[in-house]
């Protein structure tokens, strides 16, 4: 079966930086375009970043734009999120997701856009 498994959360300072990593099994990776969101407690959840299944486009949020990178390595069927300057309101459980239609402008922030869910990776960062 398909899995999606997230690492790289933590605890870090304002201004600090993290990466998140999510690695996949039981799908052809290299088909599947990959997003990330995120939710904070009492929020609901929140596109954050996507990139297509070639690495050929990828599209953020305006709240991380600039500040987080999506990346990904097919070999390693792993998606990653360099996640840079934080700032406390990007405190949030973080998720990875697999979508295999890659669809046009913002089709990609949506979550019914995707197919298979990570269960998540805390993120908290501290004033």
């Known amino acids: 079966q398909v899995q999606l498994v997230e690492s790289g959360g933590g605890l870090v300072q304002a201004g600090g930086s993290l990466r998140l990593s999510c690695t996949a099994s039981g799908l052809t990776f290299g088909t599947y375009s990959m997003g990330w969101f995120r939710q904070a407690p009492g929020k609901e959840r929140e596109f954050v970043a996507a990139i297509r299944w070639d690495s050929g486009r990828t599209y953020y949020s305006d709240s991380v734009k600039g500040r987080f990178t999506i990346s990904r390595d097919n070999a390693k069927n792993t998606v990653y999120l360099q996640m840079n300057s934080l700032k406390p309101e990007d405190t949030a459980v973080y998720y990875c997701?697999?979508?295999?239609?890659w669809g046009i402008g913002a089709t990609m922030s949506r979550g019914t856009a995707y197919d298979f869910w990570g269960q998540g990776t805390q993120v908290t960062v501290s004033s």
């Open positions: 997701a697999a979508a295999l239609q």
